[in-house]
T-cell receptor, first 111, second 118 residues
Framework: GQQLNQSPQSMFIQEGEDVSMNCTSSSIFNTWLWYKQEPGEGPVLLIALYKAGELTSNGRLTAQFGITRKDSFLNISASIPSDVGIYFCAGRSNQGGKLIFGQGTELSVKP | DTEVTQTPKHLVMGMTNKKSLKCEQHMGHRAMYWYKQKAKKPPELMFVYSYEKLSINESVPSRFSPECPNSSLLNLHLHALQPEDSALYLC?????????????????FGPGTRLTVT
């Protein structure tokens, strides 16, 4: 089945640092989504991408839909303690329309 | 209102118990989903309802029984569960599903029910 490789698995950074994480797939996706999940909560949709090459921002977050349609990255600028959580990428192709999730990137921010 | 609510927030049940998880949304979404999530792992799809009909069952054991009484409500009935079924159970909804050709498929998740089977 389709799989997404998300990296890194975890990150320990200092407050104020920039963060970058990415997802790659062996198959093409038509939609890329980025979710954030905090402890005890459900995933919250951060950014949705629909076109190859698309670059979208949401505050300090920026995500891009790769040109090959097989990858996406998420950048967080000037991290703050409330950025702590697990970030999941998710992709969707036309085949069945199910969301395929990456394994997550756990972000820890030291004040 | 962009909220998906789930009750209860926590549930502890024995292996012989019968319990139900409830999910509700008032966004007019016509697709609703149940996911199972283990700690620090991605959500795993269990069931999809589209226009109140079960459209996807990801080969889930029959001890999990979904029900969609109306377009705003989704239940998950639990019976004779095993300790390995302990997990966070997430409900999600979306305006439509790709199978029905809707323009917006993004799923909005509820806070989940933390289930412990003893």
């Amino acid at each position: 089945g389709q799989q997404l490789n998300q990296s890194p698995q975890s990150m320990f950074i200092q407050e104020g640092e920039d963060v970058s994480m990415n997802c790659t797939s062996s198959s093409i996706f038509n939609t890329w989504l980025w979710y954030k999940q905090e402890p005890g909560e459900g995933p919250v949709l951060l950014i949705a991408l629909y076109k190859a090459g698309e670059l979208t921002s949401n505050g300090r977050l920026t995500a891009q839909f790769g040109i090959t349609r097989k990858d996406s990255f998420l950048n967080i600028s000037a991290s703050i303690p409330s950025d702590v959580g697990i970030y999941f990428c998710a992709g969707r192709s036309n085949q069945g329309g199910k969301l395929i999730f990456g394994q997550g990137t756990e972000l820890s921010v030291k004040p | 209102d962009t909220e998906v609510t789930q009750t209860p927030k926590h549930l502890v049940m024995g292996m012989t118990n019968k319990k139900s998880l409830k999910c509700e949304q008032h966004m007019g979404h016509r697709a609703m989903y149940w996911y199972k999530q283990k700690a620090k792992k991605p959500p795993e799809l269990m069931f999809v309802y589209s226009y109140e009909k079960l459209s996807i069952n990801e080969s889930v054991p029959s001890r999990f029984s979904p029900e969609c009484p109306n377009s705003s409500l989704l239940n998950l009935h639990l019976h004779a569960l095993q300790p390995e079924d302990s997990a966070l159970y997430l409900c999600a909804s979306s305006q439509d599903t790709p199978l029905t050709g809707g323009p917006t498929y993004e799923q909005y998740f509820g806070p989940g029910t933390r289930l412990t089977v003893t």
